[in-house]
């Protein structure tokens, strides 16, 4: 599978920004979806998930509440809607699927976009 991130952009601190992931190739549903981001500096950490289906999230604690994860299978595309922005939001933000496998480590994932960055000014 193919992955392909947009929506990144520059905003103030509290506004919101929509990440979007479109998938080519094998059956999207085929595929467990994630996101990361990887501040400078810093390692690529995991950011929220969503199961097949869209029945199962999961969110890193420090985005819990603010962001939302979502998926449109038929469209191959996932979401990241990211709400309440806070400049220690500021990274690359990177899509990444798997067909198998479990965990947020980024090594369980064995596709992955090229990363779309968001900047989050105060």
Do not use: H
Request: glycine share 12%; with cysteine; net charge positive.
């Amino acid at each position: 599978v193919q992955l392909q991130a947009s929506g990144g952009g520059l905003v103030q601190a509290g506004g919101s920004l929509r990440l979007s992931c479109e998938a080519s190739g094998r059956t999207f549903s085929s595929y467990e979806m994630g996101w990361f981001r990887q501040a400078p500096g810093k390692e690529r950490e995991f950011v929220a998930s969503i199961t097949r289906y869209g029945a199962t999230t999961d969110y890193a604690n420090s985005v819990k509440g603010r962001f939302t994860i979502s998926r449109d299978n038929p469209k191959s595309t996932m979401y990241l809607q990211m709400n309440s922005l806070k400049p220690e939001d500021t990274a690359i933000y990177y899509c990444a699927a798997r067909s198998r496998g479990y965990g947020r480590r980024p090594s369980a994932y064995g596709y992955w976009g090229q990363g779309t960055l968001v900047t989050v000014s105060s």
